[in-house]
């Protein structure tokens, strides 16, 4: 089998979802929310630095991860649909890896077709209150989305394993594929542009490189 794994935020879709939660807070709550995700994705400080703090800040109900599941699909990559049932058809197993929220990311991967959902639980009480989260999931710091990639590698054995995405947890993990390819029709971010063995910036255009 061959195995092609998708970053979801500012990738399979428009938005952030982290950002999603903040923006409703509030327009503080976002602000400072935005900054911290922005900084994190371009590779200006590590992921766990700021991984903690903003579901702190935020404090999410179950409501809220609803919503920005919704959202997701709303604003999902223009091609990525038809994209990921071609990749499908062609022999291709797709995994979304993140470091968004699983309960949150749902929606979308039912949306693509994509069973598989590599990404960090939320936890709630039973009135929908915020419990915490998944502190110790690999794609919550440095690293992470590489070490996933690793285990899948174990557990399925695929012939050829290949990573698209947006952002800087992305980009690590190109020592561990067999293509890592960059994606910038949301936001291009220049360490991704600069260190992509590929770039693109339609999902549509993944298909004859793979």
């Keep these: 089998m061959k195995l092609i794994c998708f970053d ?12 999603e939660l903040a923006r409703l807070k509030g327009p503080a709550v976002f602000t400072a ?6 900084d994190a994705m371009n590779g200006k400080i590590p992921i766990e630095s700021v991984f903690g703090l903003r579901l702190d800040a935020i404090r999410p109900r179950l409501e809220d991860a609803e919503a920005v599941g919704a959202r997701y699909v709303a ?44 990404a960090v639980d939320m936890y709630f009480r039973g009135d929908g209150s915020y419990a915490g989260y998944d502190v110790g999931y690999p794609s919550t710091r440095t690293g992470g989305k590489l070490e996933i990639i690793k285990a899948l590698r174990a557990e399925m054995a695929p012939q ?35 260190g992509a063995k590929a770039f693109v910036t339609s999902l549509d255009q993944i298909l004859p490189l793979v």
């Excluded at 399979?12 to 979802?17: D, K, M, T």
């Excluded at 990921?84 to 949150?104: D, H, P």
């Excluded at 992305?170 to 293509?179: A, G, K, N, R, S």
């Design 75 to 118: 604003t999902v990559e223009p091609t990525a649909k038809a994209t990921v049932s071609a990749l499908q058809a062609s022999g291709w197993t797709a995994v979304i890896i993140s470091g968004g929220f699983r309960q949150a990311i749902r929606p979308l991967a039912d949306f693509l077709g994509i069973s598989r959902v590599e």
């Design 8 to 19: 979801c935020d500012s990738t399979l879709s428009s938005i952030e979802g982290i950002d």
């Design 33 to 38: 929310i935005e900054a911290m995700t922005s």
């Design 160 to 194: 050829k394993v290949v990573m698209v995405g947006d952002g800087a947890s992305d980009l690590e993990t190109q020592p561990v594929v067999d293509l890592f390819i960059g994606y910038g029709g949301f936001t291009a971010r220049d360490k991704v542009r600069r």
